[in-house]
């Protein structure tokens, strides 16, 4: 049974390794404690977009990689994407150097939109090369 789910997953396990792996860093890169630098302030901004958008699109294409559609795949990630973003968004209060910020969660979706856009094409791209 070469597309058994069992198969499937298996099939996706790198993929599921490295989702968790980008995950985790990045949870963890929006929780450090800064100090007060702003010359860097628009770079640290800039990045919640490439970090959201990895971390949505390595986990859409996983979700797709086990079997699951896109329309799941897609709105899960999205829906836990902006969770995720909220969350941590309210734990920065308390982080030193970090502050809740809109303008950051509008650059998290921005990331999950495209994250997820890509993460759903992922197969359909892989399948053509």
Known sequence: MPDSPAN???????????A???S???????????SENPEWQPLLNFLH???????????TATL???????????????????AVAVVSELIQIWVPGRY??????ARDAVGLLLGVMAGALWPRLSNAA
């Open 8 to 18: 499937r997953h298996r099939q996706a396990a790198p993929l599921t390794r490295l």
């Open 20 to 22: 968790i792996f980008i």
């Open 24 to 34: 985790v860093l990045g949870s963890l890169g929006l929780l450090v404690p800064l």
């Open 49 to 59: 977009i490439p970090l959201f958008c990895l971390v949505a699109w390595t986990w």
């Open 64 to 82: 797709r990689a086990t079997g699951r559609s896109r329309l799941f795949s897609v709105a899960m990630v999205f829906a836990i994407g902006i």
């Open 100 to 105: 809740a910020d809109y303008d950051d969660l």
